[in-house]
Each structure stands twice: as C-alpha cells, then as structure tokens.
C-alpha cells in the first residue's frame, strides 16, 4: 500500500525550536485523513503550536522575537503568505506615528504656524 503525508510546521516556545510533523495521511485511494495525535516537543515534550506555511523562526537567542510569539500561537493564529506578517503592519503603524507631533510647539520653530 502507497501513502503520502503533509508535513506542517509545528513550533515549541519552549526550546525555542519549530520541527515538521505529520498532518494528513493519504491512503491508495486518494483519500486525506488526519492523523490524531498530541503534538508535543520531541525535545522537551511540552505543547507545540501550529506555525503556518509562511512562518519564519527568529534565532534561539532573540527572546524579545519569541515572546512576541507566544499571544499569536496560544491564540490559534497562523502564518500565511496571503495575510503578511502581524509585525510589519505594527512597525508601519509605530513608524507613521512617530513622525506625527503631539504639539504644535515639538515641531522646529521655523515650521510653526504663525497663530500657535
């Protein structure tokens, strides 16, 4: 009997590690079935998270980087190379804010309206 499987990417937060396990299994007929089973860390058995296809790991040492994973996984969310990275749409949106005054006397005084 010939079988296919589709491997996904599964991260621990952890060890700070992403390994690809089994998902589906196809059987001779061309059927898909999932494969039932708890994902945990080979390594330190803890719970791993479902990363998506468009994931990238940040190395082991950037802690900063994982922690801002951790709200993402625990909430179910998935990379996809459709949706674009949550990061990258808050980075743009700190950057937009940051050339924004909060005052009319931050900006330089040459750029300040005559009224202020």
């Not at 089973?37 to 998270?49: H, K, N, R, T």
Request: hydrophobic fraction near 35%.
């Amino acid at each position: 009997m010939h079988k296919k499987d589709i491997a996904v990417g599964y991260a621990c937060l952890e060890c700070k590690k992403v390994f690809k396990k089994h998902k589906y299994t196809q059987d001779k007929f061309g059927n898909w079935e999932p494969i039932e089973y708890e994902v945990v860390c080979p390594q330190c058995s803890a719970i791993m998270y479902e990363t998506g296809s468009a994931f990238k790991a940040p190395k082991v040492s950037d802690i900063k980087a994982w922690s801002k994973l951790r709200p993402l996984f625990e909430s179910g969310y998935k990379f996809s190379p459709d949706f674009g990275s949550p990061f990258e749409e808050l980075s743009v949106v700190k950057k937009a804010l940051a050339n924004v005054p909060k005052s009319e006397f931050q900006k330089p005084a040459r750029k300040r309206s005559k009224n202020a």
